[in-house]
């Protein structure tokens, strides 16, 4: 009877243990994702400086300079040079490092939480620069010192706090994801525009009568310079190209168009009206002067390109990498798809990357649920995958859509894999990352926040 209650008693603590556990990775994975740990590490940074400066009461141009320098590296993060090196850089690392460290640096690819942490502290720095502004105002008004420029200064710091406000609300999420069409148009124009007030900001701070500092020296100005020609040197390298339309099904339109040397697992943008909108697809590589993008119906741009293929598109250059570069980084792979979002993993199926990992004997195997994948014009994408895994995994969702997330976890963990990684819709790319995370199992999917 002892023996059998010791027993019961360590099975119980097993078992708590592991809810336990359980739990603890429920509530990492809802507030401690990466993209959050970055959002808040930024943050916290500035907002350790900005308090240490509202202390010793600080000059003016010292949340200028705050304000400028965030929005540079805001603006810097999203350069394609920036975020291929890094993705390279990662995609290098030898994959004997401890899983725990690879896992953690897999997760690089949420840096957009980055460029968000950058955004909102320039909002926090700017909110004080408009609060010192309109004390040095009242103080100019009080002794008979103001200017026409003075009065416009303080005028535009009040509209462009406004705008900058306007900006970092429509890139909430949710509001993101409903209205993304509104997220552009804010996000864009409205950046040029606080963009151009600060460049008035610089100038009139080094011309008031208590400047000691001229503009030419002026370390905002040389910021807000960098910060000009990062932002339009994409609009440069924007090109109008021919495009031969496939349709693939009812749902989805295969893109061809010249490329020479289209790098595998990236993403390119795309658009046919620059000015608007932009839309970013996974690319995969046909020739060595050609590549293709599949894309699926998931909004009205893509139900109007499928309806009514273009003849041109404007693509932006060059191609960015996506989160599949870190591949290499891991002994083990999981790679899950449903319907379109097989288009990515084809790249990286036919990559060098693949053929290496496969050449040392590191395991790849393959998850894709998609309506009616045998039919004929899904042989392509048969033929690519069985090349790979013999024994992939392919669903037809015509008959029944299988948890996938479920799937994943069961097939990772009895096949001893090491890392997952999804190209689904959002639903199902967090549902199969979560599971896959709360089992231990490092996960990662496409995401809709970088």
Avoid at 115 to 142: E, K, P
Avoid at 366 to 393: G, Q
């Amino acid at each position: 009877m002892a023996i059998f209650s010791a027993g019961l008693s360590n099975v119980l603590s097993w078992i708590h243990l592991r809810v336990a556990s359980g739990r603890r990775r429920r509530f990492c994975l809802h507030w401690l994702t990466a993209y959050r740990v970055l959002i808040s590490s930024v943050i916290m940074i500035n907002l350790g400086v900005w308090v240490s400066q509202m202390v010793v009461n600080t000059a003016v141009e010292t949340p200028l300079t705050a304000t400028a320098a965030n929005i540079m590296a805001a603006v810097l993060l999203r350069q394609e040079e920036v975020i291929n090196f890094s993705f390279k850089l990662v995609s290098h690392l030898p994959p004997t490092l401890p899983l725990s460290l690879r896992k953690a640096i897999g997760d690089f690819h949420h840096y957009g939480g980055l460029h968000i942490g950058c955004a909102l502290s320039a909002l926090l720095w700017y909110i004080m620069f408009t609060g010192l502004n309109t004390v040095r105002v009242l103080n100019f008004l009080q002794l008979g010192n103001m200017t026409t420029s003075l009065y416009i200064d303080i005028v535009l710091a009040y509209t462009a706090l406004l705008a900058i406000l306007i900006v970092c609300l429509t890139a909430i999420p949710r509001f993101r994801v409903r209205f993304h069409n509104t997220f552009e148009a804010t996000h864009r124009f409205g950046g040029w525009a606080a963009l151009l007030v600060l460049w008035v900001h610089a100038g009139i701070t080094t011309l008031t009568p208590d400047a000691v500092t001229p503009l030419y020296a002026h370390p905002s100005t040389w910021m807000l310079a960098i910060t000009a020609l990062l932002i339009i040197l994409p609009w440069l390298r924007i090109r109008r190209v021919p495009i031969t339309a496939h349709p693939i099904s009812a749902r989805e339109v295969q893109l061809t168009f010249p490329y020479t040397s289209m790098p595998y697992t990236s993403t390119i943008r795309t658009s046919v009206a620059p000015l608007t909108e932009w839309h970013a697809f996974a690319t995969i590589p046909v020739t060595d002067t050609t590549a293709k993008i599949i894309i699926s119906r998931a909004g009205d741009w893509t139900a109007s390109i499928i309806s009514c293929p273009p003849t041109q598109l404007w693509v932006r250059h060059p191609p960015t990498l996506n989160f599949l570069t870190f591949a290499p980084l891991f002994n083990s792979l999981l790679l899950i798809a449903t319907g379109a979002g097989i288009g990515p993993m084809l790249s990286l199926l036919a990559s060098p990357a693949v053929t290496h990992m496969r050449a040392q004997g590191r395991k790849v195997k393959v998850m894709w649920c998609a309506y009616d994948p045998y039919a004929p014009h899904w042989a392509f994408v048969l033929d690519a995958v069985w090349e790979v895994d013999k024994e992939a995994r392919v669903w037809d969702s015509k008959v029944g859509r299988p948890d996938v997330a479920s799937e994943a976890r069961y097939l990772a963990m009895s096949e001893g894999i090491e890392t997952v990684m999804v190209v689904s819709n959002p639903k199902v790319t967090k549902d199969v990352v979560d599971e896959c995370k709360i089992a231990g199992l490092a996960a990662y999917g496409a995401v809709y926040d970088s």
